[in-house]
Nanobody, 126 residues
């Protein structure tokens, strides 16, 4: 059983930045990793997805150019750097993992992932 622990959320003004971290108890090397978010009253949606280190990353259109996914497999940690934040980015952000060894494929839907963190709240004020 893998545990994922997110941190780095908080309250920030529009235009500001936050960096989320997710530490896994299992190896992220070779694992597909993703960040999702869920706003109040809405479904949980993909923010960014990565198949493996060095591969391509898929971003939601709404965050393209503002958010950057990165991973440090030596530390079993993934990050989400969020810049130019907007009020509509307000949500609970979740880290997700599909344990490897994988093929490098990234997964765009919740069903592609086995493990989830508890979430971290991000609130962007206008």
């Amino acid at each position: 059983q893998v545990q994922l622990v997110e941190s780095g959320g908080g309250l920030v003004q529009a235009g500001g930045s936050l960096r989320l971290s997710c530490v896994a108890s299992g190896r992220t090397f070779g694992s597909a990793m993703g960040w999702f978010r869920q706003a109040p009253g809405k479904e949980r949606d993909l923010v960014a997805a990565s198949g493996w280190s060095g591969g391509s990353t898929k971003y939601a259109d709404s965050v393209m150019g503002r958010f950057t996914f990165s991973r440090d497999d030596a530390r079993n940690t993934v990050y989400l750097q969020m810049n130019s934040l907007k009020p509509e980015d307000t949500a609970v952000y979740y880290c997700a993992m599909r344990a490897g060894p994988g093929s490098g494929t990234y997964y765009l839907t919740e069903s592609g992932y086995e493990y989830w963190g508890q979430g971290t709240q991000v609130t962007v004020s206008s």
